[in-house]
């Protein structure tokens, strides 16, 4: 199925997921993956079946809440779910696939470790190769609670290891930026060259490495500059 367009403003909330209840499906999972536009690191997807009669206030995507809100949804949505599965898909392999098929590997890959098994996907954005009924939603993480509560599990799960990749490569200024293209972080590739944890395939990283990754095409489908 084609991803829906994005046209209004959207509120988050649990419509789709109460409509496909009604429909019969038991077991539906909201999936989302971080770190798309990174520069370091693993991009990091989480699938999420919430507990129907047991609510989580609050959900809204990963991005539009502080820190603090993330933490404490987080410990919620691993409480109360009926289930939750996280995956991580590293920077080599990134280079190898391309960033648009290593999302979708790290959102099966998700999917694949729920327990209970989903009868329903509602994913945010792309469709993935799974033979379950899914539907996939532009800005789904704005729009529907169980595409939220996994942004917000992969989101707090993948700036927890760049806080301890900090630890191992501090020029880089990664607790801070968690990767991305900042100001800083370009800087620093620019003074130190890359890690072995960078994504050798994407500007400016690739500029600074002495084995660059070829540049490919593919990667154009997701904007690498500015997605979260």
């Given at each position: 199925?084609?991803?829906?367009?994005?046209?209004?403003?959207?509120?988050?909330?649990?419509?789709?997921?109460?409509?496909?209840?009604?429909?019969?499906?038991s077991?539906?999972a909201?999936?989302?993956?971080?770190?798309?536009?990174?520069?370091?690191?693993?991009?990091?997807?989480?699938?999420?079946i919430?507990?129907?009669?047991r609510?989580?206030?609050?959900?809204?995507?990963?991005?539009?809440?502080?820190?603090?809100?993330?933490?404490?949804?987080?410990?919620?949505?691993?409480?109360?779910?009926?289930?939750?599965?996280?995956?991580?898909?590293?920077?080599?392999?990134?280079?190898?696939?391309n960033i648009?098929?290593?999302?979708?590997?790290?959102?099966?890959?998700?999917?694949?470790?729920?327990?209970?098994?989903p009868?329903?996907?509602?994913?945010?954005?792309?469709?993935?190769?799974?033979p379950?009924p899914q539907?996939?939603?532009?800005?789904?993480?704005?729009?529907c609670?169980a595409?939220?509560?996994?942004?917000?599990?992969?989101k707090v799960?993948?700036?927890?290891?760049?806080?301890a990749?900090?630890?191992?490569?501090?020029?880089y200024?990664?607790?801070?930026?968690?990767?991305?293209a900042?100001?800083?972080?370009?800087?620093?590739?620019?003074?130190f060259?890359?890690?072995?944890?960078?994504?050798?395939?994407?500007?400016?990283?690739?500029?600074r490495?002495?084995?660059?990754?070829?540049?490919?095409?593919?990667?154009?489908?997701?904007?690498?500059?500015?997605?979260?």
């Amino acid at each position: 199925m084609r991803p829906e367009g994005a046209g209004a403003k959207y509120r988050c909330e649990a419509t789709l997921e109460r409509e496909l209840q009604a429909r019969g499906f038991s077991a539906v999972a909201g999936v989302d993956e971080v770190g798309r536009g990174a520069l370091f690191g693993p991009v990091v997807a989480a699938a999420v079946i919430l507990a129907p009669d047991r609510a989580i206030r609050g959900l809204n995507d990963s991005k539009l809440l502080d820190a603090g809100r993330r933490e404490v949804l987080n410990e919620r949505i691993r409480e109360r779910a009926a289930a939750w599965a996280i995956a991580a898909v590293d920077a080599a392999t990134i280079d190898h696939l391309n960033i648009y098929q290593a999302s979708r590997m790290a959102m099966r890959l998700a999917v694949s470790r729920l327990n209970p098994k989903p009868d329903f996907l509602l994913i945010d954005a792309v469709p993935i190769d799974l033979p379950v009924p899914q539907r996939s939603l532009i800005k789904g993480d704005m729009r529907c609670h169980a595409i939220a509560a996994a942004s917000i599990i992969a989101k707090v799960y993948r700036d927890a290891c760049m806080r301890a990749w900090d630890q191992v490569f501090p020029a880089y200024g990664l607790a801070s930026h968690k990767g991305y293209a900042t100001e800083e972080h370009q800087r620093a590739i620019q003074e130190f060259g890359p890690t072995p944890l960078h994504r050798l395939s994407f500007e400016p990283v690739r500029a600074r490495a002495i084995f660059p990754v070829d540049y490919n095409p593919q990667m154009d489908l997701f904007d690498t500059a500015g997605a979260a």
